[in-house]
């Protein structure tokens, strides 16, 4: 039995806290958050024991665990505070808003020997797993290009400033949607050597991004082409979707499902074909204990209280969530760069022309 | 309650093994006129129950059965409450605080309550929950509404969050004020069968995936059969074809075949599809 708190009862946090309060290896100690009508209702009901302080909850409760999903700003300073009283730490994602903050506590995760793991949800779906699968036998040759896409209906319309219409909070669909496809580029390809291209573009929001594009460059020759909208009302929630184009063939993933083309299968699993093998989420997808919305939320927390118990190191590390956030800096550099020194060339063409063996 | 209900997933772009299938289906079923189509070809098959989330498109479904009452005399909705994404979107843009104000009608009394603090949270809760149930049963004013469901993803939030006084509340009020069969939907139902139980709410409705191929049956498929058999309560299964995984005959003879099951919940798009599933239940449901 470990014991958990649970920081931040926003969307996230309400939906971890349901899920790990739901887990049997578990047991709730604390939550805590700054609205107090939301945890007197939940004390009331619920009995679980309150607070509206971070600090004061550290100081006057006992626990192996914390999970932490209060908005992003203040993720670095509420995970420091943990590691240094020796507690396991889940973070949602983005793990932090600086990079070298992200490394000072991957540093310190592991002085302590402490379990550590970021909300990066979709290393948990099935698809997208598969596509790790994939990739480790190199079912699709050299990997030559990826489109990585995500849209969704989030921000459609102006409104009122939160957190999440900040982008110096962490809010924006780059910090928020885009995070997310970033990551499973770290996973699938580790940290890109170089981005460019990079628009970060308001559609609606006064004070973030709405849109995120750019291209990013791997090593040996791998490019990755990010396409993120959280202005598209086209899609019912958010959707993330991953081209990849091989040597071998292609394979197109996304929560439902793998489409993968092979010209030659001798590499690929046992289960894939030359030409168009299909595999859905009822396949690829493993059962969990308890479900509220998509199983790869149980499946990561799940994952988190058994590492925590074991002290194993977590598929979703402090280590890797780095890496998005160096990536996201990195975008955040390039979009800001003087636009007259990225300009495209106009006179290409014309210049072009004159040389042009056809004259 | 009737052998099928016919449900709605496929009218709103809502498919598990397929975004493209959900694109084509919420491109096809875009204009109302097609799904009032569907939902004919249903109903002229004899499924007469439509258990359907409140997405504000059903309202458009409830004017036309409203205006035409002798051709769909018998014709009778099952709503689900909330359509989620509604709320899921409103919370990312505006808080679970901001949510409530919004979707309450009663502004004041939700502002009394927020500064009421916790001398008025048991009222406050009640008080709440019984204005979002009335602004989402709105659209259904004088149509036959015998069951009334609350959706997965509130049922097994409450569920995991111990939150239990909420389905006693929800229970009350749907049968207080519409005296109505209160529903509960869920992917653990073992679980929630058994907190029912405890809180003495008797011989609930509980609608949750009973398939064979145990697809989102959260605590295994032989809990649930183990359930099915010792406890009471009225089920309800869906996602029978376990979203298509399993062939259509192979899927409805193991449902039939499964312990105290009142009832099938399926999508379908073509009056041949609706009279095969037809079909099958009337060949393998044998009592």
Redesign the interface.
């Known amino acids: 039995m470990i014991r958990v708190a649970v920081v931040g009862?926003?969307?996230m946090g309400?939906?971890h806290?349901?899920?790990v309060?739901?887990h049997p290896d578990v047991q709730v100690v604390a939550v805590c958050d700054g609205?107090?009508?939301?945890t007197?209702?939940?004390?009331?009901?619920?009995g679980v024991k309150t607070f509206s302080d971070f600090g004061q909850m550290l100081a006057k409760v006992e626990m192996d665990a914390a999970i932490i999903a209060t908005p992003s700003k203040a993720h670095a300073s509420m995970v420091k505070a943990c590691l240094e009283k020796g507690i396991h730490v889940f973070c949602e994602k983005p793990f932090t808003l600086n990079p070298l903050e992200a490394q000072e506590l991957t540093a310190l995760a592991k002085e302590r020997g402490l379990v550590n793991q970021v909300g990066y949800h979709y290393r948990f779906v099935g698809a997208f797993q598969e596509v790790k699968r994939l990739l480790d036998a190199k079912a699709i040759g050299r990997v030559t290009h990826v489109l990585a896409e995500a849209y969704g209906?989030?921000?459609l319309r102006p409104?009122g400033s939160?957190w999440?219409t900040k982008r110096e909070e962490g809010g924006g669909c780059l910090y928020d949607y885009a995070a997310h496809p970033l990551n499973l580029l770290n996973w699938y390809f580790g940290m890109p050597t170089a981005v460019g291209g990079t628009v970060l573009n308001s559609i609606f929001s006064k004070e973030t991004d709405d849109e995120a594009y750019a291209t990013l460059h791997f090593e040996g020759g791998l490019s990755a082409q990010l396409s993120v909208n959280w202005s598209d009302e086209s899609h019912?929630?958010m959707?993330t979707?991953l081209t990849l184009l091989g040597t071998n063939g292609r394979i197109v993933a996304?929560?439902?499902?793998v489409q993968v083309y092979l010209r030659d299968a001798s590499a690929a699993p046992a289960d894939y074909r030359e030409g168009w093998t299909v595999r859905?989420?009822?396949?690829l997808t493993e059962?969990?204990?308890?479900?509220?919305?998509g199983?790869e939320y149980s499946a990561q927390i799940d994952h988190f209280v058994r590492s925590a118990q074991d002290g194993r190191e977590t598929v979703n590390s402090f280590a890797s969530a780095a890496e998005t956030d160096e990536v996201i800096a990195m975008l955040v550099a390039d979009a800001s760069r003087d636009l007259d020194t990225r300009a495209p060339v106009k006179t290409v063409t014309s210049k072009r022309k004159r040389f042009s063996i056809f004259g | 309650m009737d052998k099928l209900l016919f449900g709605d997933n496929q009218f709103f772009g809502v498919n598990h093994m397929s975004e493209e299938k959900a694109r084509a289906q919420a491109m096809r079923f875009q204009d109302i006129e097609a799904v009032i189509s569907v939902l004919d070809a249903a109903y002229d098959e004899g499924v007469r129950t439509f258990m359907c989330t409140t997405h504000e498109r059903i309202e458009l479904v409830a004017d036309r059965v409203r205006a035409n009452p002798e051709r769909y005399a018998d014709f009778q909705f099952y709503p689900c409450m909330p359509y989620a994404h509604k709320y899921a979107n409103a919370v990312t843009e505006l808080g679970i605080l901001g949510t409530l104000k919004k979707f309450t009608p009663d502004e004041g009394l939700i502002s009394a309550a927020f500064k009421g603090g916790i001398s008025l949270a048991t009222k406050d809760v009640e008080g709440i929950a019984k204005l979002l149930i009335d602004a989402e049963m709105k659209m259904f004013a004088g149509l036959r509404t015998p069951v009334v469901f609350l959706q997965n993803v509130v049922v097994d939030l409450l569920l995991g969050l111990k939150f239990y006084e909420a389905f006693r509340i929800f229970a009350d009020h749907i049968k207080a004020a519409y005296g109505a069969e209160p529903g509960f939907i869920t992917m653990n139902m073992p679980l929630l069968v058994s907190v029912l139980a405890d809180l003495g709410i008797e011989n609930p409705i509980i609608c949750a995936n009973i398939n064979k191929a145990g697809f989102r049956m959260c605590g295994g498929i032989e809990a649930y059969e183990q359930t099915l058999r010792t406890h009471s309560f009225r089920s309800i299964a869906m996602s029978v074809f376990a979203s298509g995984a399993l062939p259509a005959s192979e899927a409805i003879e193991w449902v039939c075949a499964q312990p105290n099951l009142e009832s099938i919940v399926f999508g379908a798009s073509s009056r041949g599809n609706i009279r095969n599933t037809r079909e099958l239940v009337d060949r393998y449901w044998e009592n």
């Open positions: 009862l926003g969307k309400m939906s806290y349901a899920i309060n739901a609205s107090s009508y939301i007197d209702v939940l004390e009331k009901y619920t209906p989030v921000v409104k939160t999440r019912r929630k959707s979707k996304d929560r439902q499902e859905n989420t009822t396949k059962e969990v204990w308890f479900y509220i919305r199983e």
